[in-house]
């Protein structure tokens, strides 16, 4: 199975801050990564598919990049409500595979 | 707009098993344009992809969990839904149902707002 590691676990960031998200496949997935957003007690937001689609509706402020084994997220100009916890995921076979998640958190 | 809403008993003892139903509104479960996802989390945890089933009926299931899982849909009821046998403590979660674009590069683009299921006697 394809394992999806994410880092960091957590990190603090101000608003307007850039950050940055890391999520890497223990072997190659082209461009098979989607990103979702958590928000406490809610269900996942979908907002990047292909690695650097960006879903209907997500602000712009979003990006994704990547193929292969190594892929990013950036949020530039961090907002109020996207602090939040962020997953990766693997969908380009039978078995998806969520990263273990990135928790966003106020500084 | 497309809606999902899972219902299903809340508390199941240890052996038995767990079901629940996602009702689509908004939206066919019939297009071929997307499948069925369960989805699970954990209280503090991450998302452990449960399966999936397409309009056809074919399914796949995480390899962790597919001696025990069983999806179905019934086109009638715009609905689809899960059968977790054997349930544990361990099964203890909240549980989603997603809608996914039937492409290799698809997400899940709706969900549920969630059920949470406990298992305990």
């Known amino acids: 199975d394809i394992q999806m590691t994410q880092s960091p676990s957590s990190l603090s960031a101000s608003v307007g801050d850039r950050v940055t998200i890391t999520c890497r496949a223990s072997q190659s997935i082209s461009t098979y990564l989607n990103w979702y957003q958590q928000r406490p007690g809610k269900a996942p937001k979908f907002l990047i598919y292909a690695a650097s689609r960006l879903q209907s509706g997500v602000p712009s402020r979003f990006s994704g990049s990547g193929s292969g084994t190594d892929f990013t997220l950036t949020i530039t100009s961090l907002q109020p409500e996207d602090f939040a916890t962020y997953y990766c995921q693997h969908s380009g076979s039978f078995s998806w595979t969520f990263g273990q998640g990135t928790k966003v958190e106020i500084k | 707009q497309v809606q999902l809403q899972e219902s299903g008993p809340g508390l199941v003892k240890p052996s038995q098993t767990l079901s629940l139903t996602c009702t689509v509104s908004?939206?066919?479960?019939?297009?071929?344009?997307?499948?069925w996802s369960w989805i699970r989390q954990p209280a503090g945890k991450g998302l452990e992809w449960i399966g999936r089933i397409y309009p056809s009926g074919s399914t796949h299931y995480n390899p962790s969990l597919e001696s025990r899982v069983t999806i179905s849909v019934d086109m009638s009821k715009n609905q689809f839904s899960l059968k977790l046998s054997s349930v544990a403590a361990a099964d203890t979660a909240v549980y989603y149902c997603?809608?996914?674009?039937?492409?290799?590069?698809?997400?899940?683009?709706?969900w549920g707002q969630g059920t949470l299921v406990t298992v305990s006697s």
């Open positions: 908004g939206g066919s479960i019939r297009s071929g344009s997307y499948y």
């Open positions: 997603a809608r996914v674009l039937n492409s290799d590069d698809g997400g899940a683009d709706y």
